[in-house]
């Protein structure tokens, strides 16, 4: 079956203009996530969606990124004013909540290039 | 709070030799721990995880990794390393609720590089 798909794959911005990304998790599963990769800081926990819960926004580093799910599917990252600090590959990931199945799997993430 | 460590930004090894790349964490509570792989350009690929259960697990593409409490370790193992396995390798952590969260956190990756 179909992956996670992100989109787009890269993304180049000018220092000040917002940015939209957008990721499409596994059909049927519940839980999404997103990460931040960057040379600096690896690997960082953004934001969690676990069906129609309040989200865990407790990794979003300022109130410049906000994140929404909508109809429990498809989630989109917003970055505000962006600054050149948020370049970096951003990825989304999704799990089926089961401990059976406790697996984030991940997309191909998202490029961004802040100018 | 939770943390992954993996000593070795880099690990070398022949083809056809073992290879061992190493990941210690530190949890309170009982960890649910994962290897993931990572080849340029592309996302991040789920190798295997330890639930619960026997502490060897194997994965994907002939990996293995042995769970130790006592160490608090997870090191990846194979038998017998090839080229294409050349990639960098993330350890991870997560400790469920009501104990943790539902995050992972991650090692800061271990470049492998096996040659011929």
């Known amino acids: 079956g179909a992956g996670v798909s992100q989109s787009p794959s890269n993304k180049v911005t000018e220092k000040g203009k917002d940015v939209e990304l957008r990721c499409d998790p596994i059909s049927g599963h519940t839980a999404l996530y997103w990460y931040r990769q960057s040379l600096g800081q690896g690997l960082e926990f953004l934001i969690y969606?676990?069906?129609?819960?309040?989200?865990?926004k407790s990794g979003l580093p300022s109130d410049r990124f906000s994140a929404e799910r909508t109809g429990g599917s498809v989630s989109t990252l917003t970055i505000q004013r962006t600054q050149q600090e948020d370049s970096a590959v951003y990825l989304c990931?999704?799990?089926?909540?089961?401990?059976?199945?406790?697996?984030?799997?991940f997309g191909p993430g998202t490029r961004l290039t802040v100018l | 709070a939770q943390s992954v460590a993996q000593p070795e930004d880099q690990v070398n090894v022949a083809e056809g030799n073992p290879l061992t790349v190493k990941c210690t964490y530190s949890v309170s509570g009982n960890p649910y721990l994962f290897w993931y792989v990572q080849y340029p350009n592309r996302g991040l690929q789920f190798l295997l995880k330890?639930?619960?259960?026997?502490?060897l697990v194997k994965g994907s593409y002939g990996f293995e990794a042995e769970f130790n409490k006592s160490q608090t370790s997870f090191h990846l193992k194979k038998p017998s390393a090839l080229v294409s396995d050349s990639a960098l390798y993330f350890c991870a952590v997560r400790v469920p609720p009501p104990g943790g969260g539902n995050k992972l956190t991650f090692g800061t990756g271990t470049q492998l590089k096996v040659e011929l």
């Open positions: 969606f676990q069906g129609n819960s309040a989200p865990d």
């Open positions: 330890y639930i619960t259960g026997d502490n």
């Open positions: 990931a999704s799990r089926l909540t089961r401990v059976s199945t406790d697996t984030q799997y």
